[in-house]
């Protein structure tokens, strides 16, 4: 098809012809064109069909501020729904498809909404569909959700990548149009640093829709040589294609840059947008201004749009709606693009302006104090129907109508601190007010100051105020300098469908229906009726809206007030907030020292945290994850075995207090604790109750090493921290995190020795006597590299965990297996680490679970009352100290062959299982392989009076019922004997 | 001398170096790290030890300083010393003897994975990774940063050649990071 509507000139470059399909036909373009523009070069007007009604659609506006020409751009997993044909750039290849209608475009089945638009008003969902309940979810919301709405979704995962950055700036300039580019000039001539961003791909603003001159130059000749002299300056930094969409706190704005959506393939690797966090000292916003349409019988049909956005198609585009045009209008703009599209040779029917005293011209026809009463075009516009001043009718022939009332200043990003605009009686409009986010300043027709040559000094003004620049302002082009005199004109009366938001689907008429039906404020107006609600946030519509409201409710404007604008700006892809946080990177990874040597072992690995820890280490055979974690508890327990818990946080306390601060925030007493000595220590928070539990080993009369568990050992810092700088700031006390920097493992078993003392150097003597339980020292090994090494045991073997430097520890795990061939040495992992802790009874998180005091942990004797610790005065709270206070114990089956539950509740032998008979939960649970049976820890209603007493085991959700026993939770080496050894 | 082989925090016996255009990412194992936190009230003994120990005055504020022997700035009286770990393995106690009680002195070493990124376009770069105001950084510069989640340091060594400090159980998230922005906008 060739391109009937294209007309002369342009800033599209005709050397070059693109090819692009839109519902399944192929077209051309240029490169300058937007989808839209194509596709009214074209000679095609419907573009879409409305959100409620089906009715046939076209593009209203040449902008960001689309609420009609909404298309689904690319297919498969690339396809993007609710994408404005007006800003989306055609590419060769392009592929875009109409949406909300079916089986086709221009014949929509669902059209028949239209025919029944007297039951489809505001409310209609509210008042409809309420009765049976039931049928709400199943029925009538899968049902209104396919028949209204917008695009589809892929429903497949987006392949393309997105990125985030961070910019810094002197100033940042929000839109380079006439005011953006001549406060570029100013302050990017000073030296200073800026960043000027505009959402559109060619830089300019509306000096690229405009005929008229710039000094000597055409406007968009202007625009393009100020954009080159900035492009120059190693100071400014241009971001075409970039959306400022938000105002947050600090000076920080958030700007998406579109890097690849004008591209039909990306490079491997390269985002398709750019989330930038933009940092500004200065911030000058120069968001031009949106045209604001009338209100009138069938005032949506396709080929009805801004008359500015007719002449932006025109004069940058060089394309038309259609051969024969007329212009309804309220103000002198209308007839601007009269004169443009007349002298690129488009015909025009008339220019229907209401004002009585409209200027005359002698080039085409204004009927004055006329108005548009009604256009006729099932799938386009054909006629319009205009009511004269003298009262008679008349029919003109046209295939567009461009349709002016005003101009609203773009005052959004003023508004992202809860600022309110100001009502402007001259504009007819609001303009921003006084209560601007911090650091930002408005200019040009953001501020309401709608002349060329008025922005283009408010532009270089702004930016001198807002850098505090000395000195003479550039010299400014000579522009048009045309009065502004906005007279509201916002609807017709008496229209039975007068279309106010045409993305909703709002009429004037459910504007007041929602009066009467008593919605009187703005954000009630906008909820019950959807007007100013998806894509395009109601810029082409909310201000008619409010005025109608206003008129109804006999108030002025400014007193109906106006809905909150929140960010962002234009809508965003999900995506792009992600970035690259998605999937595996969603967070970071930590991996432990012997994380390459585990996987070549094949270990299973569990994340804990960010860690990735191997759960266990299947061995040629095993079928069943239970055997490979029951045999490493075997043989760890028969002769030794190896686990890695550098996992396990580390924290360095040094300082000439050191002990006295760990005395502070360990409920027990760690002041006397001798140099070469770990104590098993209990943390409390500040209400008493367990907040961690660990180890301290003093290596040093000023020097501790603090252990605590995997998942809290970032809490646990941060606590210390606090505690140090905040509660005892006093105290001379240094703290770092020591986690990274060693790799621990823990070598226990009856023969953790015998393998230890193979690669501790000779001259440290780890016997028995010379190193006993809880032993603590720094030593060498393999020949002189240094390590730590602690008695300590979480399995309740002899045990010790042995730390070198991060590096080594892949080595070390090879040599300890090595080395521990002749003792059959195992490595195990967390599941067998759980088993055998089980086992022991201790506890750890699943005990330590946030609800639990050291007297529930069976360590209320640990709170020493000898000294003050944080949390131990709360843990003498009534209600923590009740004699049938929960005790953890041990419970076996009594069945050996029943199985333990974690989680399911504890009951007394008999009578009635509910919430009100609970005594107590299990917390823990694991088959034992040293007992040969089923496990569990379990917090019990005075449970250490209760040893040898029989109950139900329940969980009525999951059909739990088996009979145990209660018992010590010291299932292995009651009397430590091991651990000793 | 003993005999375990280290590895590097990527998991390789020899460190990685990728490039992408014109930047480059080198990891460097080699070399030693040792905080320093002055005790209370023996702050300014403690400042001339370590200014002794690098040769220079301690950096102040968002700096680094000294050769081969250096420091940067890690908070108030706290300081990061870095050696050539060839030379410096043991560099904690080099460190505690020199300062003695003045500070604590804690073995750092292994803590960290270091990146070094060269090369005309490192900016853009850094610019995906970090919000420090990389452009404005001068040669001796050293700040805290979050870079994909993950706490680090970035110095700038001279305009154009950047290290960026990061955990060392996260090295293979952060090199992840590093080489994504790099193939993003190189």
């Not at chain 1, 051969?323 to 007839?335: E, L, P, S």
């Not at chain 1, 490493?632 to 075995?641: F, I, M, Y």
């Not at chain 1, 040293?930 to 569990?936: E, P, R, V």
Request: with cysteine.
């Amino acid at each position: 098809m060739t391109q009937v509507n294209r007309l002369s000139g342009g800033l599209i470059d005709r050397n070059s012809t693109l090819n692009f399909r839109f519902d399944n036909r192929n077209y051309t373009a240029h490169p300058g064109d937007t989808l839209a523009s194509a596709l009214l070069a074209n000679d095609v007007r419907l573009i879409g069909r409305s959100f409620k009604y089906h009715r046939p659609r076209g593009v209203l506006t040449a902008g960001s501020e689309e609420p009609n020409g909404i298309v689904e751009l690319r297919a498969g997993n690339r396809k993007e729904p609710n994408t404005r044909a007006t800003t989306a750039e055609v590419y060769e290849g392009l592929d875009a498809q109409s949406q909300n209608r079916w089986p086709s475009l221009k014949f929509d089945a669902l059209a028949i909404n239209d025919r029944f638009s007297n039951f489809l008003t505001a409310g209609f969902y509210y008042k409809t569909f309420m009765w049976p309940a039931v049928f709400w979810e199943k029925l009538y919301e899968p049902i209104i959700r396919k028949a209204a709405g917008l695009g589809s979704l892929s429903m497949e995962d987006d392949p393309d990548e997105y990125d985030k950055g961070f910019l810094h700036c002197d100033l940042l300039i929000i839109g380079a149009g006439p005011a953006g580019l001549m406060a570029a000039l100013t302050a990017g001539r000073t030296g200073s640093d800026v960043i000027l961003a505009d959402e559109d791909f060619a830089l300019g603003g509306r000096l690229n829709s405009e005929s008229f001159s710039l000094g000597d130059d055409s406007a968009s000749d202007w625009a393009a040589a100020t954009v080159a002299e900035l492009s120059a300056l190693p100071n400014v930094r241009l971001m075409p294609r970039t959306t400022v969409i938000g105002a947050f706190d600090h000076g920080i704005y958030g700007a998406v840059e579109r890097t690849g959506d004008h591209v039909a393939t990306l490079p491997v690797g390269k985002p398709r947008q750019i989330l930038w966090r933009t940092y500004t000292k200065r911030a000058l916003l120069c968001a031009g201004a949106t045209e604001r349409p009338i209100a009138f019988e069938n005032n949506d049909r396709p080929g009805i749009m801004l008359a500015s956005a007719m002449r932006t198609y025109a004069n940058r585009f060089a394309t038309t709606a259609a051969q024969r045009v007329a212009i309804f209008t309220n103000n002198d703009d209308g007839h601007r693009t009269a004169s443009d599209l007349r002298a690129k040779g488009v015909k025009i029917a008339a220019v229907i302006d209401v004002r009585d005293d409209a200027p005359i011209n002698y080039e085409f026809e204004v009927l004055k104090g006329a108005q548009v009463v009604d256009t006729k075009g099932r799938l386009g516009l054909t006629f319009v129907e205009v009511a004269l001043a003298d009262g008679s009718r008349r029919i003109l022939e046209c295939g567009a109508l461009g349709v002016s009332g005003g101009w609203n200043p773009n005052v959004h990003l003023t508004c992202h601190h809860r600022g309110r605009p100001v009502w402007n009686d001259d504009l007819a409009a609001f303009a921003p007010g006084d209560d601007l986010p911090p650091g930002m300043t408005v200019a040009g027709a953001a501020n309401g100051t709608l002349s060329t040559h008025g922005a283009l000094q408010s532009g270089a003004e702004s930016a001198a105020i807002a850098l505090d620049l000395k000195g003479a302002l550039p010299d400014l082009p000579k522009a048009e300098d045309a009065p502004i005199n906005q007279t509201p004109f916002w609807y017709l009366k008496g229209c039975a469908r007068a279309w106010l938001d045409q993305q909703n689907d709002v009429t004037v008429k459910d504007v007041k229906l929602s009066h009467q039906e008593g919605f009187r404020s703005v954000e009630h107006l906008k909820r019950y009726t959807t007007l100013g609600m998806a894509t395009d946030q109601g810029k082409t519509s909310n201000m008619a809206g409010l005025a109608i409201m206003a008129e109804l409710a006999g108030k002025s404007i400014p007193e109906t007030g106006t809905t909150i604008f929140r960010p962002p700006y234009t809508p965003v892809p999900i995506g792009t907030f992600a970035g690259r946080m998605k999937g595996q990177d969603f967070h970071p990874t930590r991996l432990t020292p012997s994380h390459y040597w585990a996987k070549e072992r094949g270990a299973v690995f569990v994340e804990v945290g960010n860690w990735l820890r191997a759960q266990w280490f299947p061995l040629p055979g095993e079928t069943h994850w239970r055997e490979s974690v029951d045999r490493e508890v075997r043989q760890t327990r028969a002769s030794v075995g190896v686990c890695d818990c550098t996992t396990l946080g580390k924290i360095d306390v040094q300082g000439t207090d050191a002990a006295a601060f760990l005395n502070k925030v360990y409920c027990n007493g760690f002041a006397k604790l001798a140099i070469g000595k770990t104590r098993y220590g209990l943390m409390l928070r500040e209400d008493g109750m367990a907040m961690d539990d660990g180890t301290a080993a003093r290596l040093a009369e000023d020097h501790f090493v603090v252990t605590t568990t995997t998942a809290n050992a970032v809490n646990v810092y941060r606590h210390m921290e606090f505690v140090r700088q905040c509660l005892f700031p006093d105290m001379d006390v240094q703290l770092i995190s020591t986690t990274e920097a060693w790799a621990q493992y823990a070598v226990a078993g009856p023969n953790s020795r015998k393998l230890l003392q193979k690669i501790v150097d000779p001259e440290f003597d780890i016997s028995n006597d010379a190193f006993p339980f809880m032993g603590c020292g720094s030593i060498t090994v393999c020949g002189g590299l240094r390590a730590r090494l602690f008695r300590i045991s979480f399995s309740g073997e002899l045990a010790f965990e042995i730390a070198v430097p991060s590096r080594y520890g892949d080595a070390l795990m090879r040599r300890l297996m090595q080395d521990g061939e002749e003792f059959d040495v195992v490595p195990y992992g967390t599941e067998a680490l759980g088993v055998m802790r089980i086992e022991k009874g201790h506890a750890a998180g699943n005990e330590l679970n946030g609800t639990t005091s050291a007297l529930n942990l069976g360590m209320g004797r640990m709170v020493s009352k000898k000294k003050d610790s944080i949390g131990s005065t709360l843990s003498e709270r009534e209600g923590l100290n009740e004699p049938d206070a929960l005790m953890m114990v041990g419970i076996k089956p009594v069945n050996a062959d029943d199985k333990i539950t974690a989680g399911a509740h504890l009951m007394d032998a008999s009578g009635p299982v509910d919430a009100k008979h609970d005594q107590g939960y299990v917390t823990s649970a694991a088959f034992s392989p040293s007992l040969d049976c089923h496990i569990g820890l379990a917090f019990l209603k005075n449970g250490g009076a209760r040893q040898g007493e029989r109950m139900r085991l329940v969980s009525p959700l999951t059909d739990v019922n088996v009979e145990v026993e209660i018992v010590s939770a010291h299932f292995v080496d009651p009397e430590g004997e091991r651990l000793r050894a | 001398m003993h005999d375990l082989a280290a590895i590097t925090a990527l998991g390789g016996s020899e460190p990685r170096v990728d490039t992408v255009a014109d930047v480059t990412c080198a990891e460097v194992p080699g070399v030693a790290l040792a905080s320093v936190a002055a005790r209370s009230g023996q702050e300014a003994k403690a400042q001339k030890a370590l200014a002794k120990l690098i040769g220079v005055k301690t950096p102040d504020i968002g700096r680094f300083a000294g050769d081969p022997v250096s420091a940067f700035w890690t908070g108030p009286d706290q300081w990061m010393v870095e050696a050539p770990f060839d030379s410096h393995e043991g560099l904690a106690q080099q460190v505690k003897d020199a300062i003695g009680d003045a500070a604590s002195v804690t073995e750092q070493t292994d803590a960290w994975t270091r990146f070094d990124l060269n090369g005309g376009r490192v900016l853009a770069v850094l610019e995906l990774l970090c919000p420090l105001d990389v452009r404005k950084m001068a040669e001796g510069d050293a700040a805290r940063a979050a870079i994909h989640h993950l706490g680090c340091f970035v110095l700038c060594r001279s305009p154009g050649s950047f290290s960026v400090y990061g955990p060392r159980s996260s090295a293979g998230s952060l090199h992840h990071a590093i080489v994504t922005a790099m193939k993003s906008t190189l």
